[in-house]
């Protein structure tokens, strides 16, 4: 069984990422559902790609293709690298947020998330074409996480593509996130680089002297600003292009890429190279001959001398900001991260806001004008929100599964009176909303699909709500950030056109005489009105720093409203237009902050340069192919693995699936030379169901494996002796997602499994020895979950998981037993107010069985801090404090009782080191319970307690997942009790 989980690990590694409006005259109308994707998938073949789409999203495939075809040339000739194959592209319009993964393995692959960003996604608006950004930065990592050289490229060709084979994945994210973004910028009009998001977030760190080190930044962090490996990275890749050169940049990872693994850290003949393994830190606790670049320089002395340069540039940068007269405003609220998007009700007496943040999810939040009063209204993916004009209610989007796949974003309405909320839509993709004055409509930008977006109106009275479509987009324009005119005769809204930055634009509710007020050579964000009318108020980065604006309609002109040195975002008016109320930037994330403001006594906006850079896109001249999408193109594997174990036990692994992962199994076969037998095993899932809207996964396991039981049974002079069987398994299961949300999940799995035991350890006569035979049995099961995890947080919080399974073996099934089983764990997770993520877990495991009784194989086996199971036909529940399996039954019942909490936030390693420390926290707890066949004696219990610490950890950059190391002191009472130190291992993916 273990060999079939092994050979997962060949799809362990994903490299994350990471003109004027066209308006429609006569608007279309539509339900408020959505449209369900078609699931029919087609494949387009280019020179260098394969492109996979539904057949509703032919266009932008088409797109697609010729964009990434230009990309490939313009990236080949920085990254010469020779792909053996092109590359995959798959086209999943599933998720209403702007993204992009890549992955060698299997495959070069990329995925594709085709919408535009949002004010939600701030960092990534910096583009005048957005689809083109994420497949230059996808691929940039396609090209660097293939490169083989040396060594490596002989292994990949025997071995094939495996992890082993791809020696630049086990390289600091940093590099690798922050070169794509060097390429996105360097390759694109706009870029990451080019924009003033990361520029903001190192302006705040290091003014306000909490520069993140490279161990931080190499991991990312759980405080802000979290994904360090992109903001660092970035800026830092920049830092040594502009001082050494790019091309010394890209022998980085040509370095790397010779690397034969572990024991050497790179090969003779390149030990002169800038680039060095990351193995090589493990040998290397005094960084004197470590990871090094440019003129032998350690990457650490690398970093401090950035962030000096950085240091001189941004206190000349405050100096000139300071020569005009900085805004006051004061900071309403404390919590940091990304607390944005304040409005004032429209009495002027509450300002509603959206905050989310390592302790706590999204949420919908209510305060008064001076901060006070503040209180949790919702929780949920909240993006964006509106004030009714009575201020009785607010609608806003939020991002919520739609039939248990899509991630979709739809329109809801908070009753502030009752507490209750309303569904307006489902599954539309409806984002920005804004309520008209007169109450009776919503405006909203909607995610068309296939790249589109278009702006559309719901009536509120209208007996079938239905929607009517104001644009109707095909050139991957998008909308969002809709407002109203006070008096219902203009609507404002942010369209991002190809060629130029997010600009806002004034029209008609119908959506005609569309016009544009802001200038597309900078970013124009987040448009709201003046209580008057004259003024359009709006966020731009016209300044290099993000900073408030407004347009007047009598002269033209636009004025600066506010100057800050973070940066302020989503500004607003009060109802007396006195008061500007905005989110605030500074090293600790997003805050709300309000100000004084005089709008006619505002300094005219000064004149700037177009921070766009001068590039023409070509559009190459390729054929294309189509085709009906076929999993057997893809599905073979790429690699085989050989194993061999101390046990004598030795073979070779396969693993594969289809690029639309429709299909996924793994294969091993061997020889066990100590017991002269085979093993074999095979692990098949299907989930081609989903790709038709239905969330089901049909899975086949099966296997013959000899399984090893250490000390199991006494011989006739008492002795325990280790004891050997043949286990062969086949199990057939199906499992489908119930309900999903972001809250709460809801699964089932209806499975039949026929397993047979033979003995294959020699026994000396005498003594009752395990029984044989086979158990075909069918079962049921169920799991209910919906506890909320944060980011800062150190376990599971605020809600419950159900585990509640039914299995019975019949004779009907092939059985020699009849056994019927019931086991249920429960588990509540209470946060205490003692401080934050202190937690208190109550958990109840147990269950019931009847039928035949098989000897050594009692159904329930209770005791030990939670081994593996040593039958898989047992069910092993741990109590801490006794040894493990040492009570054994047809029924049992534990209850435990665990306080949880945090020691130390310690978010840091040994500077570039492949170890990243996360979080030390404690815990005190108490087990008891026991296995019994007969009646129950609540007196027979057995009761033990400790107490241990959990340390949770990265190694190798986050590629092989997280780690948590647990270390604990148990105590059980009663003469069964001992004492014992328990080490255990939990990996965190």
């Known amino acids: 069984m273990r060999n079939i989980l092994a050979g997962a690990f060949v799809l362990a590694v994903l490299v994350l990422l990471p003109a004027s409006p066209a308006f429609a005259q006569e608007g279309r109308t539509g339900s408020v559902r959505g449209k369900v994707p078609d699931g029919s998938w087609r494949t387009l073949e280019s020179e260098h790609f394969f492109v996979h789409f539904t057949e509703d999203s032919q266009q932008l495939a088409v797109q697609v293709a010729d964009i990434a075809e230009d990309v490939h040339t313009r990236l080949s000739k920085d990254i010469k690298v020779e792909l053996s194959d092109r590359t995959h592209i798959v086209v999943l319009d599933w998720y209403d947020s702007v993204n992009g993964l890549a992955t060698p393995l299997p495959r070069n692959t990329i995925r594709l998330y085709p919408v535009g960003p949002g004010l939600s996604e701030l960092e990534l608006t910096f583009t005048d074409d957005w689809l083109r950004m994420i497949i230059t930065h996808e691929y940039a990592h396609i090209l660097t996480l293939d490169m083989a050289d040396g060594v490596q490229s002989v292994l990949r060709k025997v071995f094939g593509r495996s992890v082993g084979t791809i020696p630049n994945i086990f390289m600091p994210v940093w590099i690798h996130e922050g070169y794509a973004v060097y390429n996105e910028t360097k390759h694109t009009r706009g870029g990451r680089i080019r924009g003033p998001y990361f520029d903001m977030i190192l302006r705040a760190a290091v003014l306000e002297k909490k520069f993140n080190t490279m161990s931080q930044a190499q991991a ?170 009575d201020g009785k209610k607010i609608v806003f989007a939020m991002l919520d599964f739609w039939r248990g796949l899509y991630l979709y974003s739809d329109l809801y309405v908070y009753e502030l009176e009752s507490g209750a909320v309303r569904r307006l839509t489902r599954g539309l993709r409806a984002r920005t909303p804004a309520w008209s004055p007169d109450g009776k409509k919503i405006l909203f930008a909607v995610n068309s699909g296939s790249g589109n977006s278009d702006l559309a109106m719901l009536e509120l009275k209208a007996q079938d709500r239905q929607v009517t479509y104001l644009t109707q987009t095909s050139d991957m324009s998008f909308y969002s950030g809709c407002a109203w005119a006070p008096d219902g005769k203009k609507i404002a809204f942010v369209q991002l056109v190809p060629g130029k930055l997010q600009q806002v634009c004034v029209a008609n509710p119908d959506g005609s005489d569309a016009q544009v007020v802001t200038d597309g050579r900078a970013q124009a964000l987040a448009p709201s009105w003046s209580p008057d009318g004259k003024y359009l ?63 006619k006594n505002a300094p005219k906006a000064q004149p700037f340069e177009s921070l766009l850079a001068d590039m023409k896109y070509e559009r190459p001249v390729h054929t294309c192919t189509t085709r009906s999408y076929s999993a057997a193109r893809t599905i073979l594997p790429t690699a085989w693995t050989p194993f061999v174990y101390d046990t004598g036990e030795f073979g070779a692994m396969v693993a594969g699936t289809d690029i639309l992962e429709k299909h996924f199994y793994t294969l091993h076969l061997g020889y066990n030379a100590s017991l002269d037998r085979p093993v074999m095993g095979l692990l098949y899932d299907y989930e081609g169901c989903k790709y038709s809207g239905v969330p089901l996964t049909a899975s086949v396991k099966a296997y013959r494996q000899p399984v090893f039981f250490e000390d199991l049974m006494e011989d006739i002079a008492g002795e325990y002796v280790d004891y050997w069987e043949d286990q062969s398994v086949l ?167 665990e306080y949880r909490f945090p020691l130390w936030l310690i978010e840091g390693g040994p500077a570039t080191r492949p170890v990243f420390f996360r979080k030390l926290s404690g815990y005190l707890f108490a087990d008891s319970g026991n296995a019994w066949s007969g009646p129950m004696y609540l007196r027979k219990f057995k009761t033990g307690a400790g107490a241990g610490l959990r340390l949770t950890t990265d190694f190798f950059y986050q590629r092989l997942g997280g780690f948590a190391l647990d270390v604990g002191f148990a105590h059980g009472f009663g003469r069964d009790g001992i004492d014992h130190i328990y080490f255990r291992v939990t990996f965190l993916w």
């Not at 604006?549 to 940066?567: D, M, P």
């Not at 269950?847 to 069910?875: H, M």
């Open 537 to 599: 108020l709006f966020t731009s980065s016209r300044t290099g720093i993000y900073n408030i604006f407004a347009y007047s309609f009598e002269s033209k002109e636009t004025v600066q409203l506010t100057n800050v040195l973070g940066g302020a975002l989503s500004g607003s008016l009060s109802p007396d237009g006195g008061t500007l109320v905005f989110a605030g930037y500074s090293s600790d994330g997003w805050d709300i902050h309000t100000a004084p403001v005089k709008i």
């Open 731 to 897: 199990d057939v299961s199906l499992a489908a997602s119930v309900w999903r949300s972001t809250e709460t999940q809801v699964k089932l799995a209806l499975g039949c499994e026929h397993k047979r035991f033979e003995r294959v350890s020699h026994l000396e006569p005498g003594g009752t020895v395990p029984g044989t035979g086979k158990l075909g049995s069918v079962y049921l099961s169920g799991l209910f979950k919906n506890v909320k995890l944060y980011r800062k947080g150190i376990s599971a919080a605020d809600g419950r998981e159900v585990g509640l399974s039914a299995k019975s073996a019949l004779p009907s099934l092939g059985s020699d037993y009849r056994i019927n089983s019931l086991t249920l764990s429960w588990s509540e997770y209470v946060s205490v107010g003692l401080a934050d993520h202190h937690v208190v877990m109550v958990r109840v495991t147990g269950g019931a069985s009847d039928g035949d009784i098989i000897d050594k194989r009692s159904f329930f086996q209770v005791g030990g801090p939670g081994q593996a199971l040593p039958f898989s036909s047992a069910e092993l529940i741990p109590l801490r404090g006794f040894k493990a399996n040492k009570f054994l039954g047809t029924h049992a019942a534990v209850v435990t009782l």
């Open 220 to 389: 990312g962090v759980d405080s802000w600003p979290m994904a360090t490996q992109y903001v660092y990275g970035a800026m830092f890749c920049q830092y040594l292009a502009d001082r050494f050169g790019e091309e010394r940049l890209l022998e980085i990872f040509r370095g790397q890429s010779c690397v034969l693994g572990p024991v050497v850290p790179w090969l003779p003949g390149q030990i002169e190279a800038v680039a060095i393994s990351a193995y090589w830190l493990l040998l290397d606790p005094v960084g004197e001959n470590g990871l090094r670049v440019f003129s032998r320089l350690p990457y650490k002395k690398l970093w401090a001398q950035w962030h000096a340069a950085l240091k001189a540039r941004y206190e000349k940068q405050r100096a000139e900001v300071e020569k005009k007269k900085l805004t006051f405003s004061r900071r309403r609220t404390n919590t940091g991260y990304r607390t944005v998007e304040p409005r004032f009700s429209p009495d002027g007496k509450r300002i509603a806001y959206i905050s989310r943040g390592g302790d706590r999810r999204t949420q919908l939040r209510l305060m008064n004008c001076f901060g006070q009063d503040d209180r949790l209204l919702y929780h949920g993916g909240i993006e964006s929100l509106s004030w009714s004009p």
